[in-house]
């Protein structure tokens, strides 16, 4: 259990040095200055809600009887705000683009890998 | 302003990865889509403080901003 609470800790202050960053760019970019407190107060409230993120995601995975957790499920925990709910949808989309790019491009380099080999045993008979 | 952000999106990637302790598996692009909301989580929360201190008309974002907008954000998420 101490472990647990070892790794949390850890995480936590990932998210702390994330957090942080985040918070800089934003405050530089509207000219204002902000307290250590507040990046604190900001990255533990940031922990707990991805605890409750983790917990729902969890419910609708279960509920679906899958084991494992997708897209889908991050969809629906964005449910609450029309806003966010498009962004979220926006992002999976282009996801889901940029993965059918990649397997187009694997697919085109084995068949050049193919069509080079076929090529260099024809060069090889001739030879023989 | 846009690589700096590519690097912390990173990071949020990581440890989600990490933060979601259950005993599921977990797709790739659902990390990536928890990721991106985290991190709007937090730059929702740091622009309405922002806001919040801009119309308390001060230049510093103290914590009471952030206490202020803290209710309204829990609900709209």
Known sequence: MDEDEAQKQRLKAAVHYTVGRLCQDIAADCEKQITKQTIAAIAETAFRQCDIFAKDLEAFARHAKRHTVTVDDVKLTARRTTALY????????ELALNNQELKEKRKKNAAKRKSKDMEAEEENELED | MLQPN??????????????????FQVSSDAVILVAELLKVFVEEATRRAVKQADS?????IDIEHFEKILPQLLLDF
């Open chain 1, 86 to 93: 498009n962004y979220i949808q926006q992002k999976s989309e």
């Open chain 2, 6 to 23: 590519k690097l912390n999106a990173h990071d949020v990637i990581i440890t989600t990865s990490q933060l979601i302790i259950t005993n």
């Open chain 2, 56 to 60: 308390e008309d001060c230049d510093t």
